[in-house]
């Protein structure tokens, strides 16, 4: 059974920087075509925020966090991870890490198989 296990948020000053990481287990094989992260704030809809092809380490991002966060993976450790630089108060939100078994449009949910529980990520003014 696949599991996906997110790490790395807390609590952070605006301007400040928090890396999550998403450790990938449960599979054989251990090849994913696509993982990214989600992102979901209080009273609002699930957003994409950042993906990775896992062969070609192509990435794609939102335009929120474009310039700011960087997607990053480690093959050898089936991880994926999100450096989170110069934050805002409206980065605040549960972040979610999601693994696809097939490539499809990077930003939609639907391409997703996989979730993890989530990791809170709160920025103070």
């Known amino acids: 059974q696949v599991q996906l296990a997110e790490s790395g948020g807390g609590l952070v000053q605006a301007g400040g920087s928090l890396r999550l990481s998403c450790a990938a287990s449960?599979?054989?094989?251990?090849?994913?075509?696509?993982m990214g992260w989600f992102r979901q704030a209080p009273g609002k809809e699930r957003e994409f925020v950042a993906a990775?092809?896992?062969?070609?380490?192509?990435?794609y991002y939102s335009d929120s966090v474009k310039g700011r966060f960087t997607i990053s993976r480690d093959n050898a450790r089936n991880t994926v991870y999100l450096q989170m630089n110069s934050l805002k108060p409206e980065d605040t939100a549960v972040y979610y890490c999601?693994?696809?078994?097939?490539?499809?449009?990077?930003?939609?949910?639907?391409?997703?198989?996989?979730w993890g529980q989530g990791t809170q990520v709160a920025v103070s003014s």
């Open positions: 449960g599979r054989t094989d251990s090849v994913y075509a696509m």
């Open positions: 990775i092809l896992w062969r070609f380490g192509s990435t």
């Open positions: 999601a693994a696809a078994d097939y490539s499809g449009p990077y930003n939609s949910e639907r391409t997703y198989n996989y």
